[in-house]
């Protein structure tokens, strides 16, 4: 199965200037991204990014061990929305380290006991997470029936110039 994402350039944009605010205390900012999940041929997955929640300043709890940290608060609105909507869950952040891009194993500890929740409220939706880096992305997608990530293989950024990244 082949995973594609698919967001637009001035969604992109939003997303990434909310992620270099500075924050009081946090290293990095988070915010969820809704997403709408479609089957292309060959039961091939579509997801479509449409539109960003950014995590408030009091809805971050001080951690020293981690970039960033939010409250239950912050991720039970995420999961209400979810829930309401229906919609696939992503969760965002940005990597601001030099070198190749990728999720850190916390990163992967804490998606990985995050995102059966999300799966639990929208089974027939994909939920995850979309890591930017300086000009890159990667994806880590959860979808109906599978119980560990998969790779988004390809992410496009709709919108001039059209862009891609590819994963194998």
Known sequence: MIITARIRRDLLGHVVKDLERPHPFAEERVGFLSTRTGYAGSGNLLILFSEYFPIPDNQYVQNTEVGACIDAIAIREAMQRTLSTGCGTFHV?????????????????????????????????????????????RALAWHHGKKHAANVSRISIVGYPLQFTRRR
Do not use: N, T, W, Y
């Open 93 to 137: 952040h940005k990597h601001f380290l030099p070198g190749p891009l990728g999720f850190s194993a916390i990163d992967q500890q804490e998606l990985s006991r995050l995102m059966p929740s999300f799966l639990a409220v929208a089974p027939e939706s994909a939920h995850g997470a979309l890591l930017l880096g300086s000009g890159d992305c």
